[in-house]
């Protein structure tokens, strides 16, 4: 067989070549041992010595060409077995990230909050934010001839005018009392809405944690110890606490409560007014009234209550001086929590 005919037999082995191992099958046919090639190769002593030399150059290039073929053919073979080509994709390369999302500063406080209280005991219990004028009010000992209404005094809903948008969350008191029995210890986050308008420490929606405790033996003493673990955990074993006389109708006694300023320890500062002293909540013990509204016997039961804003202890925690930059979705504000 001459080179010609070899060259003509493997162009069409290679055609209809299938697979792998049809092209290592080609390989031994002309490049093994006992292929071909060599058949050409221990050709050459037979031959007239001024052909010799040449011939068997010829034979050294056939080979080499016909290694460098098989060589692309079975680097396509494997490109096409993985779908990729390891040549031109680098696989290795890192990919494109999605960019993660995380929860809003609001929510962590929410969280933060209600881990803290989870710990003494607490359940979290959630209310609707559409509330109907007596859970809102008159449940609360805040009937409608009632002053303190002003403050609290909210949008009421067009069709029904006995539903409003509750201006806080103690209306979740009502209905937990009324749905259980005591013993209770719960607290409620969620949104309230107030007809206020919008300046760097008012919105008209906010959040708040409400939080209350009900048995037979409650006293004001325990309300401080709750509020002081709650606020060192919150602020920090440091500071202080003091409690103001102040008037809720839903309580009695009432007290506001206040944390020694985190920013000038009580020096007084900008952030606390030259006070010393940071509001962080109102609270105090359940008005008998209030029991007597969900059926507690008021000589059977005490409790306490207390509500936060939970934008006021972020704005506090955070050092932030403007409430409305929570609500703007601005990202750069949003990116550093
Ligand atoms: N509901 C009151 C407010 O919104 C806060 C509060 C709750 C006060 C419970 C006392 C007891 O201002």
Not at 30 to 39: C, D, N, P, T
Not at 43 to 59: N, Q, T, W
Not at 300 to 316: D, K, N, P, Q
């Amino acid at each position: 067989m001459d080179i010609e005919a070899i060259k003509n037999q493997i162009t069409s082995d290679l055609k209809d070549l299938g697979s792998l191992q049809g092209l290592e099958e080609v390989r031994v046919k002309y490049l093994g041992r006992k292929g071909l090639i060599a058949q050409l190769t221990s050709s050459i002593p037979s031959l007239p010595d001024e052909e010799r030399a040449s011939f068997g150059r010829k034979v050294n290039e056939f080979k080499s060409s016909l290694l460098a073929l098989l060589d692309e053919k079975q680097k396509a073979f494997l490109a096409g077995q993985e779908g990729v080509n390891a040549n031109t994709i680098d696989i290795g390369m890192p990919g494109i990230a999605p960019e993660l999302g995380h929860l809003h500063p609001i929510t962590k406080i929410i969280h933060e909050v209600c881990a803290i209280f989870r710990q003494m005991g607490f359940s979290i219990v959630e209310g609707p934010e559409i509330e109907t004028e007596f859970n809102n009010f008159t449940g609360l000992n805040i009937p409608l001839e009632h002053p303190s209404r002003d403050v609290f005094d909210t949008f009421y809903l067009a069709t029904k005018d006995t539903l409003l948008l509750r201006s806080h969350t103690s209306p979740v008191q009502i209905r937990a009392m009324k749905s259980h029995k005591p013993p209770l210890a719960i607290v409620v986050p969620g949104r309230v809405y107030r007809p206020d308008a919008v300046d760097a420490s008012h919105s008209f929606m906010f959040h708040q944690i409400e939080g209350f405790v009900v048995d037979t033996d409650i006293t004001f003493a325990d309300l401080k110890g709750t509020l002081e673990f709650f606020a060192k955990a919150v602020f920090g074993k440091d500071i202080s606490m003091r409690f103001r006389p102040h008037f809720f109708p839903f309580t009695e006694p009432s007290a506001e409560v206040d944390i020694s300023c985190i920013l000038c320890k009580g020096k007084g500062c900008s952030l606390c007014g030259r006070k010393g002293w940071l509001e962080i909540l109102g609270s105090g013990m359940i008005h008998p009234n209030v029991f007597k509204h969900v059926g507690y016997d008021p000589k059977e039961y005490t409790g306490f209550a207390f509500g936060m804003g939970v934008e006021r202890i972020a704005l506090l925690k955070y050092g932030i001086d403007d409430i409305r930059l929570f609500f703007e979705n601005d990202l750069r504000f949003l990116k550093q929590f």
